[in-house]
């Protein structure tokens, strides 16, 4: 079923629950995915992506096709995963005052991470990476997501968003270098 | 780039526990139908809450109304009670009174012996 059934579903009150679990169900390993590659550990992310669609159903009552569903739902688990960083720094937790703290602390303790220590590594380096530059690359380099896509979920242009991810592999590959001395 | 370039790509280290995502539609719709709730049904408990302090209060003000006084030493319970003070001073204005007078002790001998008062009367008096 395309989007726009879904979305007309939903519109009806009768058939709204059963549209809603059909968005869910399409579009729940994605957002999945990609906020955990913003707040790392999982249990973070469960919540992240819970606030996620509790915002979806109450905008989608006035979702407009501005930008396609899929696009909408990208932006608002962006910006939920971020302010739940935003928020926990604001509340102390983590061994620092730093999103940086924050994140380090939950790649450590994320009971969910099975990489070996390379992908640690890579890990701890796009850590370090100011917020902008660690979203487009984890956008650009593991979901190989389009620069216009990304550019429309970020609301920033594609020379931009190359320049981003051009300083962000120049850091990684830096940092990187550094800890193999 | 060569250096990270697709090297650590194609594999996700990162695991969810086993069938999450099975459940989470679910919990999904739980936490909309929760969040949901009215806010009067959220605002009533608040309400009663505040009731129940508020009665607390009343309470405890006049368990101290009554408590405090009586732990007070005699002379500030006087002074604190109103109608006793009320009468000392009325006493205290006819004594006054009676100096004003300027009576004699003989005076005040002969003024006794003309009432009639018997001994049983005095100790009624006491």
């Known amino acids: 079923m395309q989007d ?11 058939t709204r629950d059963e549209a809603f679990k059909l968005i869910v169900q399409n579009y729940q390993e994605r957002l999945y995915w990609h906020i955990r590659k913003i707040v790392l550990s999982h249990h973070d992310t469960d919540d992240v992506l819970q606030n996620t669609f509790v915002k979806v159903w109450k905008g989608l009552k006035n979702f407009r096709w501005d930008a396609g569903l899929y696009t909408w739902m990208y932006r608002i688990a962006t910006n939920e995963s971020l ?22 602390s939950n790649l450590e303790a994320d009971e969910y991470f099975d990489g070996d220590e390379i992908q640690k590594q890579l890990q701890r380096a796009i850590i370090k990476l100011p917020e902008k530059q660690r979203i487009v690359f984890n956008m650009k380099y593991f979901d190989d ?11 920033t242009s594609v020379g931009a968003l190359k320049a981003s991810y ?16 | 780039m060569g250096m990270i370039e697709d090297k650590y790509k194609d594999k996700n280290p990162f695991k969810t526990p086993d069938r999450y995502f099975e459940g989470l539609t679910d919990k999904v719709m739980d936490k909309i139908k929760e969040d949901e709730i009215p806010a009067k ?6 309400f009663k809450t505040f009731m129940w302090m508020a009665a607390s209060f009343v309470i405890i003000f006049g368990i101290g109304r009554i408590v405090i006084p009586l732990a007070m030493d005699p002379t500030q319970r006087i002074q604190g009670s109103s109608s006793q003070s009320l009468v000392i001073e009325k006493e205290q204005v006819q004594y006054d009174e009676l100096d004003d007078l300027d009576l004699s002790d003989e005076d005040i001998i002969n003024y006794l012996s003309e009432q009639s008062v018997d001994d049983f009367d005095l100790i009624a008096e006491l």
């Open chain 1, 166 to 181: 051009h300083h962000a592999v120049k850091k990684i590959e830096e940092t990187l270098r550094l800890s193999e001395v």
């Open chain 1, 145 to 155: 997501m389009k620069y216009s896509e990304i550019s429309e979920i970020l609301e």
């Open chain 1, 83 to 104: 302010n739940y960083l935003n928020d926990k720094k604001r509340r102390g937790f983590g061994s620092g005052d730093d999103v940086e703290d924050i994140l380090l």
């Open chain 2, 41 to 46: 049904s959220k605002i009533a408990p608040m």
């Open chain 1, 4 to 14: 726009k059934e879904i979305i007309e579903m939903f519109s009806d009150a009768s």
